[in-house]
């Protein structure tokens, strides 16, 4: 990544109009891949991404992709000359207009010396030939925010903006779209900014990850390292996990199983579709991972690997469990253990222990 294609935002109290918030950031957002933005609600996410587009400005700000000037305190280009997709919760499509014609206009508005992605490809993405001919108010929730993502896709912005853009949809429809939003976050060359709630959706989708609270940013960095991290919010979630990336190294038909290859350690998962050589990423729950002091030959746990204890913390929301950070070679991986074993195992800082897995889930 060169330094001049990052998206850079410095915005310095920032205040909004009627309200007490304010908002003070100061991003390097990488120019591929998917930044989520995460934080409580009224953290200013919605904020942050409408000062980006334009539609909230001031002269304190500094605005560039590729050291192309959005704001400064002499420029301000206006939103609609902004080069920007924007999803929102909401797919808001012109009723009047058939989808076919929603994404017509997104066409005309198109910067045609970006060629990012085409109308076939972007149709093929969303699956939605069949539905073009249909108005909004025939088309499912679901269905309608696959057209705003087309038409966010047909501007061929330089940036995607996408604001929660599965929370107005109940569990069946979000889980028949995350795969639609994969696809595009895997396959966009552009920069991604996702906002999200929802930790499953940042671990399926996002390279890098900024926390806000308050109108400040608390945490930045790549997503497998924040994971790994104990004392953030992530690792005080219920679903607190890490995410491994590795090479499938092994495989064995009679088993079932693949082998997959990280840092000197192997995890053995149940073979899907994947090939020797494959790179795949697999979730690691903490809470499915419990820790012994020797080898366990005579358990049916496949997964052991030797770890060293980084650091633990009491769960301050319950004392009665203990969040131990353990280090696979360098790779972090979380473990939610009651307090009472963490004393009579007599686990410490530095000490060597065998991390036994559960369960592992493959992600891609
Ligand atoms: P998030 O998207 O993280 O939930 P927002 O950016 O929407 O947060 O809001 C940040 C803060 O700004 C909140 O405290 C909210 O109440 C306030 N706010 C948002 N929009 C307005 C507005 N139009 N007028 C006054 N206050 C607002
Ligand atoms: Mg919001």
Redesign the pocket.
Known sequence: MTKSNILKVRIRKYH????N?SLDVDLNIPSTGVTALF??????????LRCIAGLEKNQQSELSLSNEFWQTNKISLPAHKRPIGYVFQEANLFPHLTAAENLQFAIKRADKSQSVISYSEVIRLMDIEEILPQYPSQLSGGERQRIAIARALLIRPKLLLMDEPLAALDDSLKKEILPYLEAICHSSKIPIIY?SHSLDEVIRLADHMVV?EK?RVVEQGETQFLLGKLGTFFSRHKDASVVITGIITEQSAQWGLSWLHFDNQDIIVKQGNEKIGDQLRLRIQSKDVSLSLSPQEDSSILNRLTVIIDDMIKDPKDPSMVMLRLLAGSTPILARVTALSTHNLALSKGQTVIAQIKSVALLR
Request: a positive charge.
């Open positions: 909004l109009k009627d309200s918030f934080g409580p609600s009224g953290s200013g996410k919605t904020t942050l906002v806000l109108g």
